[in-house]
């Protein structure tokens, strides 16, 4: 199936500062990524939804200004989360969906980031 | 509004079989999507059903009724590394996967 990566796998930084997770579609072009947290022991929760050249469309309760998404290639979003403080630990999964045929659109995951604030 | 229901939490015996329902109100149905989720790891897919019926794939099958809005996913021959979170995910009118809280199993030796 269709491969998707995240960088970095982990991370760990201090409160007040800005990290950038990369999502990239390896062998297919995703004109569309969506991007999940999740939080120990509970199930995915969309953030936003990412469309190549266009703006990010959010969740209700996410905050757009902190969590920058950026998707300026059919292979490459970046969610950049600003001034992070430790309730921003989480769980990041990022996905990108794919024609899988003329019956569906299959999102594949990318291994996800954990991200630990300090 | 959308909601998916599943149980949190199933136990089961080696070689033996479970059953895990899924059931959903949405606003419109694109398919139905069962995935397993290690912790600490992202979902990997299942099984995808848009047309009531049984889809089989070795030991796992998705059964899905639209009618009744409900859907189960049947793990037979269990074995130790099935023990995950199930999440059941349902595509809406957009294309978006609204998701289940996910069922915890246990596989007991």
């Known amino acids: 199936g269709a491969v998707v990566s995240q960088h970095p796998s982990w991370v760990i930084c201090k409160s007040g500062t800005s990290v950038k997770i990369e999502c990239r579609s390896l062998d297919f072009q995703a004109t569309t990524m969506f991007w999940y947290r999740q939080f120990p022991k509970q199930s995915l929760m969309l953030m936003a939804t990412?469309?190549?050249?266009?703006?990010?469309?959010?969740e209700q309760g996410v905050e757009k200004d902190k969590f920058l998404i950026n998707h300026a290639s059919l292979t490459l979003s970046t969610l950049t989360v600003t001034s992070a403080h430790p309730e921003d630990s989480s769980f990041y999964i990022c996905s990108a969906l794919t024609s899988g045929g003329p019956s569906y659109n299959e999102q594949f995951f990318g291994p996800g980031t954990r991200l630990t604030v300090l | 509004g959308q909601n998916i229901d599943q149980p949190t939490e199933m136990t089961a015996t080696e070689g033996a079989i479970v059953q895990i329902n899924c059931t959903y109100q949405t606003s419109g149905f694109n398919g139905l999507f069962w995935y397993q989720q290690h912790a600490g790891e992202a979902p990997t897919f299942l099984s995808y059903?848009?047309l009531d019926g049984l889809e089989e794939k070795g030991r796992f099958s998705s059964f899905l009724s639209r009618s009744k809005g409900y859907s189960y996913l049947l793990l037979k021959e269990l074995q130790m590394k099935d023990s995950a979170s199930y999440l059941c995910?349902?595509?809406?009118?957009?294309?978006?996967?609204?998701w289940g809280a996910g069922t915890k199993l246990i596989i007991k030796p």
């Open positions: 059903n848009v």
């Open positions: 995910a349902v595509s809406d009118s957009n294309y978006q996967l609204i």
């Open positions: 990412s469309n190549e050249g266009s703006k990010a469309t959010y």
